[in-house]
């Protein structure tokens, strides 16, 4: 449920916005007063929000795993908006394949988007906040950051770097008022996982092991994710928290049947 005007005057970015988590993160962000530059490659999608949600929102059409187009990112938050208060880094994607098939292009293509883009837009996001004089930083993780799953290598490892970036985050950025902390989302009805949901031995197994024994909606992530970056949490920084339907209680389904 919004909180009203808990983020009044405040600037975010939110990458990956125009789908999925990161559009609820952007819509509730609004809802709680909030200025939001949303970044995606899918400037169409953006566009089409941006009618929609008036003012207070703009799309930027950007690729996190290019640091220019990053700066320019957080340079259209400080520009139009004046600065950076938060953040929620978002955006991400999967190539799947085992280790001995995976090639080099689909590893690059998940770690890059999944933990470089993170670097990158907290690099640049926290140079602005340290001008505001401090802000809030929430990376999206995955259960996937402690648990393995098959054919996921590169998304797992990438998922597990994102939780020690956002560990490291804190400890260098404390000192300039900024805290980082991450939310490990388990399974979410989202466009990337529609492919996979439709399969019913797939999700049946998917269920097996979800003690809540359904799937999350991507506006259930909203109300972690918001409360990290409130001030509610302002004395939680470095903490990952688990989004899951207490999956990490019953480890991941066997998906080599299927992905072999």
């Known amino acids: 449920m919004a909180m009203e005007n808990r983020f009044k005057d405040k600037v975010a970015v939110v990458t990956g916005g125009a789908s999925g988590v990161g559009h609820a993160i952007s819509r509730r962000l609004l809802a709680e007063g909030a200025k939001v530059v949303a970044a995606d490659i899918n400037k169409d999608r953006l566009d089409a929000l941006q009618a929609e949600l008036g003012d207070s929102f703009v799309g930027v059409k950007t690729d996190v795993t290019q640091e220019a187009h990053v700066e320019a990112l957080v340079g259209e938050a400080v520009e139009r908006f004046g600065g950076l208060d938060i953040a929620f880094n978002v955006a991400g994607a999967s190539k799947a394949g085992t280790i001995i098939n995976l090639s080099e292009a689909d590893w690059d293509f998940t770690v890059d988007l999944c933990l470089k883009g993170v670097f990158l837009s907290m690099k640049h996001e926290a140079k602005a906040m340290t001008k505001r004089g401090g802000g809030a930083i929430v990376n999206v993780a995955s259960l996937n950051a402690h648990v393995p799953m098959y054919s996921g290598s590169a998304y797992a490892s990438a998922k597990a770097g994102v939780e020690m970036l956002t560990k490291n985050g804190a400890l260098e950025m404390a000192r300039n008022g ?81 992905f072999s």
Do not use: C, H
Not at 203 to 208: F, G, I, K, L, S
Not at 226 to 237: I, M, W
């Open 178 to 258: 900024i805290r980082v902390n991450a939310i490990l989302p388990g399974l979410i009805e989202t466009p990337l996982t529609a492919g996979l949901l439709q399969s019913e031995e797939i999700t049946a197994a998917y269920m097996e092991r979800i003690p809540m024994g359904r799937a999350a909606k991507p506006e259930e992530m909203t109300g972690p994710a918001l409360f990290l970056a409130s001030d509610d949490a302002g004395y939680v920084s470095g903490a990952s928290l688990l989004v899951d339907g207490a999956w990490a209680t019953s480890g991941y389904p066997d998906l080599s049947r299927w």
